[in-house]
């Protein structure tokens, strides 16, 4: 039986935590914080709830949204129905579930900081409060701006994310996500069981703190939203590049990383909870085999991929431009008349549909404009057709 120190106490490590222990590891996870209101969205998609049906399966407070509302720059909007729900947690709720499941399994759950990691020697070392302690494996799972670890490459600006809100005392049944205009990012609203996650996320090198607090303003304003004795917060995430996806280390002797600290997020989404609980639960039964080296190439074979190819096309997502109009601008104009692409949108949306698989549902179903206009986003060459030079009816 090992002794597996674990730091951090989120998703990823809670989930690391409780198949280590199940296995008959001694495990111990340490987080000065916990349980505690992080800054995003919340929201947990298909993928997430069919590989964790506990998710759906308890009595804790969430809500199920299958409504989203997405706005353009120019305030154009169009509505999607989603055919599965986006499962919406309090992220304090959402904690608390996954480190009392770690906590049932066998794992202790500590309340402390851990300063630093020392690799150097035959077995890891951490200090607690000061104090060195020994392990045989330690988990890193605290977060993007992770630098606790020696030897290992911090993410840099340019793959990091701000995050600015509200958590917003009132309800809503639906998601909103708005677009602005030469800005790699974008405003959002998740109604979670007892109040709003009402926020702002762009790009660290791209954008300013002041920037984004600005448009945020905007947006509270315009649509009517109250602050009064909603709380404020600020947060970083990681949004990596494909570098960094295929090629950081994210293990080493008797180490490894997973969730953010392993920047296993989606950079065109900004999709963190299912990569975290699946990355946790990759790293933890790779180490409970004895296989602990197979966990950068299970990660791949799970989803990284998927990731590395959002991480290649995010850029032109957010910055491109498609028949003297920004992308972000035609696809809400193709939603809103275009029933084909609508379904193909709610299903990125929702988690059923995946990046790998798109390219050939673009080509089969989708015809003249619409095929041009997804394929170069996508950057992928679409059947030879004569592009319609106009834009859409409605300009």
Avoid at 37 to 43: D, Q, Y
Wanted: aromatic share 10%; with cysteine.
């Amino acid at each position: 039986m090992g002794e597996i120190a674990i730091i951090g106490g989120g998703p990823s490590g809670a989930v690391c935590g409780a198949e280590l222990a199940r296995a008959g590891h001694s495990v111990n996870i340490y987080d000065e914080n916990l349980a505690w209101e992080k800054p995003c969205g919340g929201g947990l998609t298909y993928k997430a709830t069919e590989h964790f049906p506990f998710l759906l399966d308890n009595p804790h407070p969430k809500k199920l949204i299958r409504d989203v509302e997405i706005i353009s720059a120019e305030n154009q909007r169009a509505k999607l129905d989603l055919s599965h729900p986006i499962v919406i947690y309090s992220r304090r709720v959402l904690n608390g579930f996954l480190l009392d499941r770690a906590r049932e399994a066998g794992c202790g759950v500590h309340h402390r900081r851990v300063q630093t990691i020392d690799i150097s020697a035959e077995k890891p070392r951490y200090s607690l409060d000061g104090e060195w302690q020994q392990a045989d494996f330690v988990v890193v799972a605290s977060g993007a701006r992770n630098q606790i670890l020696p030897g290992t490459r911090p993410l840099s600006a340019d793959e990091l994310e701000m995050t600015q809100g509200y958590f917003v005392p009132q309800t809503a049944e639906k998601i909103i996500i708005k677009f602005l205009p030469h800005f790699e990012g974008y405003i959002w609203s998740f109604p979670r069981a007892d109040h709003i996650s009402l926020g702002i996320c762009g790009s660290m090198s791209a954008h300013t703190s002041n920037e984004l607090r600005t448009h945020l303003y905007a947006f509270v304003e315009e649509a009517k939203f109250s602050t009064e004795n909603a709380k404020f917060y600020s947060h970083v995430l990681p949004s990596p590049q494909e570098r960094t996806l295929s090629c950081r280390p994210v293990i080493g002797k008797n180490w490894a990383m997973c969730g953010d600290a392993a920047a296993w997020v989606d950079p065109l989404t900004g999709e963190g909870l299912f990569y975290a609980m699946r990355s946790g639960e990759i790293l933890g039964q790779s180490i409970a085999e004895g296989r602990p080296e197979l966990y950068p190439q299970r990660v791949r074979a799970s989803f990284s991929l998927e990731l590395e190819f959002a991480a290649r096309i995010v850029r032109r997502f957010y910055r491109g431009s498609f028949l003297g109009c920004s992308v972000t601008t035609r696809m809400v104009q193709f939603l809103q008349r275009n029933a084909v692409f609508r379904q193909l949108m709610s299903d990125l949306f929702c988690g059923t549909q995946d990046y790998s698989s798109l390219k050939n549902r673009v080509l089969g179903h989708l015809g003249g404009t619409l095929s041009q206009f997804v394929s170069s986003v996508l950057n992928i060459e679409p059947p030879a057709r004569k592009l319609r030079p106009t834009a859409p009816a409605g300009d």
